[in-house]
C-alpha cells in the first residue's frame, strides 16, 4: 500500500466529488425522496423537466403526493438526465430562478432546481440508495446543538453505505464544534467498523487521521489498540495521536522512523517532531541527509518545520539549497516561524549566496518575519544581488513594482 494512500486516500472516492449530502440538505430549500413520473424535453433538449411524486418530505413546502417540476438545464443535448423516468429517488432542491430564458423556453409553473449545478446524473444516481435518504432524515432531525449532531454523525460514521460514510466525515470536518463534541460515547459505533474488513483499510486509515486531525476527541479509541499493533492501520493510528497530541514513547518513534515502512517512518517522525532531544534531532538529521523516500523526508522536513526551535535551525539550513521546492519552502517557512536573530541569519546568507530558487524563497520568507534588521537585509540585496531575477523577486517581496529603481 503506497505512502499516500495509506495516510490520505479514500476507497471508491471519484475523480469528481459530488457535493456531499449533508451539506446539500443544510443548503437545500426543499428535501424530498419520490418517484420521477415523468421527463420532458424543452427546446431541443435544453431543457429536461422532470415531474416528481414526493413519498416523503425531508425538508421544505412540499407534500407527500403533490408532485413537482424539477429543471436540469444541459449545455449539451447529449448529457445523460438526472433521473430516468420511474426512479426513486432523493433530491436536494431550490427554487429555479426567474430568468427571462427560463420562461421563455418552459410553460408557465413553479419549478425547482438541483441545489448544486455541479453535480450530474452520475454523482446523482447513488442517492437512489434508501440508506442515504435514511442518514439524510436522522442528520435533519437531531436537534442542531453540536452534542445531537456529533451523537448522530458517530452513527452514520458507521454507516453500511461509503457515501454516507464519506459525507458525515466532511460534515464534522467543516463544523468544528461538532467534532469537539465527538467523545468516546459518540465514537463507539466505529469501534465495531475498525474491527471488522467490510470498509476497506484504506478508508479506515484515511477516516482515523482525518477525524483526529478534525479534532474528534474520541478518535483516540480507536487510535489507541492500533498503534503498537503491526499493520496496515499502525501508522494512521500513530497519525492520530501526533495529532491529538497524545504523547508517545521516545524510544518507540525512533524504533518505527526506521522501520521499512514508509508510511510508518513518516508518522513517527511527525510524533518526534516535538521532541528536543539531541537523539530526535540527530534522526532528523539523518533523514534529511540520507532518506531515499521523498515524500518521507519531505514530511519529515515539514514537520520539524512545524514544530522545532532553534535547535532545528542547521537541519533546516542543511536543506535550502535542495531542489525539491517542498523542502526548500518548508525550511523557509520553518525559518520564519522559529524566528530570532539565528534564523534572521540563516535566511541572510541564503539570500545571498544560496541558488535563484533559494534566494527568492529566503527573499519572501525574511519579508514574513516583520523584523527591522530582515526587512534592512532585503533592501540591501535589492541594490547590490548579482542575479536580476532574485533583485525582482525582493522588490516583489518588498511589495515594490518591477520597474522600480531602475528595472
Known amino acids: ?26 443548503d437545500s430549500t426543499l428535501v424530498l425522496r419520490g418517484v420521477v413520473d415523468d421527463v420532458k424535453s424543452y427546446r431541443n433538449d435544453a431543457f429536461l423537466v422532470f415531474t416528481i411524486t414526493p413519498r416523503t418530505v425531508l425538508k421544505g413546502p412540499a407534500k407527500a403526493g403533490v408532485p413537482i417540476q424539477l429543471v436540469e438545464e444541459r449545455v449539451f443535448g447529449s448529457e445523460p438526465p438526472y433521473f430516468a423516468q420511474g426512479a426513486e429517488t432523493l433530491v436536494f432542491a431550490v427554487p429555479l430562478p426567474s430568468y427571462s430564458y ?32 435514511d442518514a439524510v432524515r436522522a442528520y435533519l432531525a437531531v436537534e442542531r446543538t453540536p452534542e445531537s449532531a456529533a451523537a448522530e454523525l458517530g452513527r452514520l460514521l458507521a454507516s453500511a453505505s461509503p457515501r454516507v460514510r464519506s459525507d458525515a466525515l466532511d460534515a464534522v470536518e467543516h463544523h ?3 467534532a469537539a463534541a465527538l467523545g468516546r460515547s459518540a465514537m463507539a459505533p466505529l469501534v465495531a467498523l475498525f474491527a471488522e474488513e467490510r ?18 476527541p474520541g478518535s483516540v479509541v480507536l487510535a489507541e489498540p492500533l498503534v503498537s499493533k503491526p499493520g496496515p492501520l499502525q501508522a494512521p493510528a500513530i497519525e492520530a495521536m501526533v495529532a491529538l497530541q497524545r504523547p508517545l514513547p521516545e524510544a518507540r518513534l525512533l524504533e518505527w522512523s526506521r522501520s521499512e515502512d514508509p508510511a510508518l517512518r513518516l508518522a513517527a517522525l511527525r510524533g518526534l517532531a516535538r521532541s528536543r532531544s539531541r537523539a530526535a534531532l540527530d ?24 514544530d522545532g526551535d532553534a535547535m532545528a535551525i542547521p537541519i533546516l539550513v542543511s536543506v535550502l539549497d535542495r531542489d525539491d521546492t ?6 523557509t517557512n520553518g525559518l520564519v516561524r522559529i524566528g530570532g536573530e539565528q534564523a534572521v541569519a540563516a535566511l541572510s546568507q541564503a539570500l545571498r549566496r544560496g541558488s535563484a530558487k533559494t534566494a527568492m524563497a529566503a527573499a519572501y520568507a525574511l519579508k514574513a518575519m516583520q523584523r527591522a534588521d530582515a526587512e534592512a537585509i532585503l533592501r540591501e540585496q535589492r541594490e547590490q544581488h548579482p542575479d536580476p531575477e532574485v533583485r525582482r523577486a ?14
Request: charge should be negative; aromatic fraction near 6%.
Open 102 to 133: 427560463y420562461r421563455q423556453s418552459l410553460p408557465p409553473a413553479e419549478y425547482w432546481q438541483w441545489t448544486d449545478r455541479h453535480d450530474n446524473a452520475q454523482q446523482i444516481g447513488p442517492l437512489a440508495d434508501p440508506e442515504v435518504a
Open 283 to 306: 534522526r532528523f538529521a539523518e533523514v534529511a541527509a540520507s532518506e531515499k523516500d521523498p515524500e518521507v523526508r519531505s514530511g519529515a522536513i515539514t514537520a520539524l518545520a512545524q
Open 176 to 178: 468544528p464544534d461538532v
Open 326 to 331: 517542498r523542502e526548500v519552502l518548508a525550511a
Open 1 to 26: 500500500m503506497c505512502l499516500l494512500a495509506t495516510l490520505a486516500g479514500l476507497a471508491g472516492s471519484s475523480p469528481a466529488k459530488a457535493a456531499p449530502v449533508f451539506a446539500l440538505a443544510h
Open 394 to 407: 525582493i522588490k516583489m517581496a518588498l511589495g515594490e513594482k518591477y520597474e522600480a529603481h531602475g528595472e
Open 199 to 216: 470498509v476497506p483499510v484504506a478508508e479506515r486509515g484515511a477516516m482515523l487521521v482525518r477525524l483526529a486531525r478534525a479534532g474528534a
